[in-house]
């Protein structure tokens, strides 16, 4: 589960890390009132959205007047906001934070995530922080140091001296307190919560060698929300994929790709597998939805409605590896969903294992139109053939 920045920068305030004061405001006239209250010229105006790259994509904005505050909430309010991580048709902005404008003299980049080479935790920091991280870390992965925690002896200063001294010239001494304390309480929001992820881009240096987290990102593990539920009350749907959240209502799991061909698949490792059959058979999935071990026909006629409502996909493989599932009962899905959604694009079914014969007999008596494969190379092929 993915916080808002403003959510984030919440948790760190009262954890004691120093943030910007700010208010987050849903309408533009709230905006004037915010100005009253926060610090400045100048302001920062943000849009909250459960994507990074906003600084590129134009939701951030520096303004210098309060009427600017308030031009820039309303340009941003329902807009549809296109940044390098959302994919080109953007994510909508509900929200936005108003904040105090902060004097940068450095840009650090900090972040704590479980690295799975070494099954640790991992603080992450750099010098070169800001907007061009992710070109930093490319072409000059030497400024970007890493840290493993044990997480039986638990965060340890010497973790911070590494992190901080490691590279010449360290950062001012003046400032050297403050980031071992953001690095501290960092390490301890990161294991209380059950986070994946703290992200701190920028944490910044002022020039009277004060320090703030100018940005905020924080993902909680699900599968610890059972008992993180105060957490649970930050969650946003709103934010979430459509296709997604109906998925998620019929305990199916729903995963959004870049390409047009539509896969439902059970089980984890088969869903790995059939991407990598689509990929080398030329073509690109546009999402996968794994309808798991135990799923009933009505599951999976939900499955290729949900798959159907994306207009990208132009051709649907159904590779299922009948165990629990039979394949009669995930062939009686499929028609009924092709009858209901009146499908017209190409469905290849490729099926295997507890009454297949079963599974197959009712696809060819359905009269309609499945290419049904014998494997799981020619049902790609099948697939390629359909979009190319
Ligand atoms: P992101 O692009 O989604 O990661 O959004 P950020 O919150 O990191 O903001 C993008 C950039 O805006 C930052 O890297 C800063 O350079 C700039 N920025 C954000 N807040 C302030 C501020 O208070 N003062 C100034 N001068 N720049 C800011
Ligand atoms: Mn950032």
Redesign the pocket.
């Known amino acids: 589960m993915k916080l808002h920045e403003y959510q984030a920068k919440d948790i760190f305030g009262k954890s004691g890390i120093p943030i910007?004061n700010g208010q987050v405001v849903t309408a533009a006239d709230q905006a004037t009132k915010a100005t009253q209250i926060i610090n400045g010229p100048p302001w920062?105006v943000?849009a909250q959205v459960h994507a990074?790259?906003?600084?590129?994509g134009g939701?951030?904005k520096?303004v210098h007047y309060p009427y600017e505050v308030v031009t820039a909430t309303e340009s941003l309010l329902g807009k549809h906001l296109v940044t390098p991580q959302t994919g080109p048709e953007g994510v909508t902005v509900n929200q936005v934070l108003i904040?105090e404008?902060?004097?940068?003299n450095r840009?650090y980049y900090l972040s704590m995530i479980v690295d799975r080479s070494t099954a640790c935790p991992t603080m992450i920091f750099s010098q070169a922080g800001?907007?061009e991280i992710e070109e930093v870390a490319a072409k000059s992965s030497e400024l970007i140091l890493k840290e493993h925690i044990d997480p039986a002896v638990g965060w340890m200063m010497h973790n911070a001296r590494n992190l901080l001294y490691s590279q010449e010239p360290p950062p001012p001494f003046g400032a050297l307190r403050a980031l071992m304390s953001v690095m501290a309480n960092v390490y301890k929001i990161f294991m209380t919560l059950d986070c994946t992820l703290v992200e701190i881009?920028?944490l910044v240096l002022t020039k009277d060698r004060k320090v703030f987290a100018?940005?905020a990102k924080v993902n909680i593990d699900d599968n610890a929300l059972f008992r993180q539920k105060e957490l649970l009350l930050l969650d946003d749907p709103r934010e979430k994929d459509p296709l997604e959240l109906m998925a998620e209502k019929y305990h199916l799991n729903y995963i959004r790709l870049d390409g047009n061909i539509g896969a439902m698949v059970n089980g984890a490792g088969l869903a790995m597998a059939t991407m990598d059959v689509i990929k080398m058979a030329g073509a690109e999935p546009a999402n996968f939805l794994d309808v798991g071990g135990g799923a009933s026909e009505d599951m999976i006629t939900k499955g290729v409605e949900i798959i159907l409502k994306d207009r990208r996909v132009k051709a649907i493989l159904v590779n299922i590896f009948g165990g629990i599932l039979r394949c009669d009962v995930l062939a009686r899905g499929v028609v009924a969903a092709a009858k209901k959604t009146r499908i017209r694009v190409p469905l290849i079914v490729r099926l295997e294992g507890t009454n297949v014969k079963e599974g197959r007999e009712i696809l060819r008596n359905s009269e309609l139109k499945f290419l049904v494969a014998r494997d799981l190379g020619e049902a790609a092929d099948l697939v390629s053939k359909q979009v190319s």
Do not use: A
Not at 101 to 104: L, R, T
């Open positions: 910007p920062v943000k990074g790259g906003r600084g590129k939701g951030v520096v904040e404008g902060i004097e940068i840009e800001g907007m881009n920028p100018l940005d």
